[in-house]
């Protein structure tokens, strides 16, 4: 029966005894052992290592049992790793670490026991294992590293990599001093109360500080003090200094304050427009009573700065006050179109502020080119523009030395309405709408004319008078050489303003005509300075007995003074300043930056000291005059002394002194005295000096009856010789 059973199943035969054969492989997993568990004997059960079973038991045959992990880390095992270690559990095992801030001194990760344990304080900061931001500084700190900013550094927090980063940004009050060279109790004042906002400054105020500081420059703009007594130059300089200072404040102190919309109004005027996004969006407008200014949000953050995006427009009424008669410098294409519209006659712009200045910020400093446009909306007093004045859209640019000017470069008008005008431009800065009233000089054919032929009448006369002088023997003397040598300097002078004043091209031809003609107009004043003391001291010495020491003193340092002072002034002006030798329209000094009074200075104090030696010798004349010697002999008549005197001083300075005084309503009437006096100035010299002195006038009777004397002995050597030949002509017929 046996044989038969197993003869019918020898497939179940060989699976019995391969199922033994595995039951008996020692460490072998049995088929109702749980898992992380081994076989034992092919009966009981034992967990892994690391793992226990639920009841504790280490051999087991229940099979509902289950083994679960050990936590060596916790009770009632408690691992010791050693100092700065953390024990770690896994499952079935477990693992030490070092703390934050410690590594093992192999340089590896993981251990398993105290004895093993080699951690080692890690330099974060100089290991570069930290997130401190490059403005701060790095210091560390047991198991850890802080980040700090510098003393003058404000504390912000902002989210960078999804972490909150420790940033530093500058105290805005930190780089506004006052200009230099100024001297203002005003400004001083001023600045003590920005020095005050800055020592209290705190980053959690940070929108009362800018209230504060909007208040103090609304002060004083609305009551400048003693700025409105300083010379035009310094007040440029210090409206400069106030609105780059105000710009780097308010952008620092902007980026504290919370995101949103902040407006601002100060009792003189001063407005304030902020707005604080973190991710701008599209187009952003500030709006304020006298100005609006639309722009981009991308055109703030692309600096890439961290940080909010802060844009501002801040309007002062008051800095008007300060930019009163700040030059206006066009774009050289502009002065090209004027100068070919007007045909040489353009002399220059005066601007007029019609608008309140204002002045534009962003977060992104470098707003120098920026990738689309910024649109301006100012207000302003009604106004029509005359025929030779024109609307521009002006910014504040600075200049080297601290100061600066209107400029129109990148911006342009987009329209004009009565009150309200619209700008663009590429950069930003401060801005201002003015009125560029063109100075073109009209031309007036009558004045022309004037000018040639008095130039050319006073050219023969200055002529005549120098040879006189020369020729004339018997009025040889001291005052004779003084009135030859002005008479050539007016003489050359004259020419080359007649032949050459108008030739502006080349530039450098143009610079040393100009030159030419500022150091020969100089020397003519000079020497005419010196005919005035020789004329003083000629009075002066009528009362003293050695009149021949005033010859033997004029006579040592008359020429050194005389052309030596000239070229002195003419040298250090050329040097200082070449570029400003010769206009768009004259070959003439530039008024630019005051350098005509390179010219004017000079005359107006030889002026002043000539009438000085008029009065002093008119004194003398009333009532010390005698003579004494025989020099003086030809000073008897005291009203002819007199008048030379006074036609002295008409002829070193009146003239010349008509020229400045071309302004207002009688600037044409001046126009023409000056003109025809001015070009008649030798003609003055030849009557004063030639004609009206008795000994000239003998020795041009002389030489007048030796011309007539040899034109009559001509003319009866001709008839002689007629009579000589007509008699001739019988004595041919007979033969």
């Not at 900013?149 to 989210?159: A, E, I, K, Q």
Request: with cysteine; charged share 15%.
């Amino acid at each position: 029966m046996e044989s038969r059973y197993f003869a019918f199943y020898p497939g179940l035969w060989v699976l019995l005894i391969s199922l033994v054969a595995i039951a008996q492989k020692p460490g072998a997993p049995c088929a109702r052992c749980p898992r992380n568990a081994l076989c034992i004997n092919a009966t009981f059960c034992r967990c892994n290592p690391g793992f226990t079973s639920l009841s504790g038991q280490t051999i087991f045959s229940n099979p509902l049992e289950i083994c679960i992990d050990i936590n060596e880390c916790g009770p009632p095992f408690y691992v010791s790793c050693g100092s700065f270690a953390d024990c770690h559990n896994v499952e079935g095992s477990y693992y030490c670490e070092c703390t934050s801030g410690y590594e093992l001194l192999s340089g590896g990760t993981k251990f398993k026991s105290d004895k093993e344990n080699t951690c080692q304080d890690v330099d974060a900061c100089s290991s570069g294992r930290h997130q401190c931001h490059n403005s701060t500084y790095c210091i560390n700190v047991r198991e850890s590293y802080r980040c700090y900013c510098p003393h003058d550094g404000v504390t912000t927090s902002m989210p960078l990599n999804s972490l909150n980063t420790t940033i530093c940004k500058e105290v805005p009050f930190s780089s506004w001093t006052p200009p230099s060279g100024v001297n203002s109790q005003s400004l001083s004042h001023f600045f003590d109360k920005v020095q005050k906002l800055s020592q209290d400054f705190s980053p959690a105020l940070a929108e009362n500080t800018i209230q504060d500081l909007v208040q103090e420059v609304d002060e004083l703009l609305e009551t400048p003090g003693d700025l409105e007594t300083l010379p035009h130059s310094e007040q440029h300089c210090v409206a400069t200094n106030l609105l780059i200072g105000l710009e780097d404040v308010l952008r620092g102190l902007s980026q504290l304050l919370p995101n949103g919309p902040l407006t601002l109004h100060a009792p003189a005027g001063t407005e304030l427009s902020l707005n604080v996004q973190e991710q701008g969006v599209g187009d952003v407008t500030l709006g304020q009573s006298q100005a609006k200014m639309l722009l981009n949000w991308d055109v703030v953050k692309e600096s890439g700065d961290l940080g909010p995006s802060v844009v501002g427009l801040i309007s002062m009424t008051g800095m008007n006050k300060l930019l009163a008669e700040a030059p206006l410098v066009l774009d050289p294409a502009k002065q090209a179109v004027l100068h070919e519209t007007h045909k040489g006659l353009w002399q220059g712009v005066s601007p007029v502020l019609l608008s309140d200045v204002n002045s534009a910020f962003l977060s992104n400093k470098d707003t120098q080119n920026l990738s689309s446009a910024v649109t301006f909306s100012f207000s302003h007093r009604p106004v029509t523009p005359g025929p030779q004045e024109e609307m521009l859209c002006v910014f504040w640019e600075h200049d080297q030395d601290g100061c600066g000017h209107w400029a129109t470069k990148g911006c342009w008008m987009v329209g004009t309405r009565n009150t309200s005008t619209t700008c663009q431009c590429t950069h930003l800065s401060s801005f201002a709408v003015l009125m560029a009233q063109y100075d073109v000089q009209e031309e007036d054919p009558a004045l022309a004319v004037i000018t040639y032929v008095g130039l050319s009448l006073s050219l023969l006369c200055l002529l005549l008078a120098a040879l006189t002088f020369l020729l004339c023997k018997t009025i040889q003397n001291t005052s004779t050489s003084l009135h030859l040598q002005l008479s050539l300097c007016l003489f050359l002078a004259h020419l080359l303003f007649l032949t050459a004043i108008d030739r502006t091209e080349p530039k450098v031809l143009c610079a040393i005509i100009a030159g030419a003609l500022h150091y020969l107009y100089l020397a003519s004043f000079t020497w005419m300075l010196l005919d005035g003391l020789h004329l003083f001291l000629t009075a002066r010495n009528l009362t003293v007995v050695n009149y021949s020491s005033v010859s033997r003193v004029m006579k040592k340092f008359v020429f050194p003074v005389g052309y030596g002072v000239p070229a002195v002034i003419v040298a250090i002006s050329a040097a200082s300043r070449p570029h400003l030798y010769g206009t768009p329209t004259r070959c003439w000094l530039h008024t630019h930056k005051g350098f005509i009074w390179t010219f004017l200075g000079p005359v107006c104090t030889i002026f002043s000291i000539n009438l000085a030696f008029f009065l002093m010798t008119f004194w003398i004349l009333k009532n010390k005059l005698s003579s004494l010697n025989s020099d003086v002999s030809t000073l008897r008549n005291t009203r002819m002394l007199t008048f030379k005197a006074t036609a002295q001083l008409f002829i070193l300075g009146c003239t010349w002194s008509l020229g400045i005084l071309q302004v207002g309503p009688a600037a044409r009437a001046m126009a023409y005295l000056f003109t025809i006096i001015n070009s008649l100035q030798g003609v003055f010299i030849f009557l004063v000096y030639c004609l009206l002195s008795q000994q000239v006038r003998e020795q041009y009777r002389k030489w007048l009856n030796a011309v007539m004397k040899i034109k009559a002995e001509s003319e009866k050597y001709t008839l002689s010789s007629r009579a000589m030949s007509d008699d001739s002509k019988p004595s041919t017929e007979e033969l």
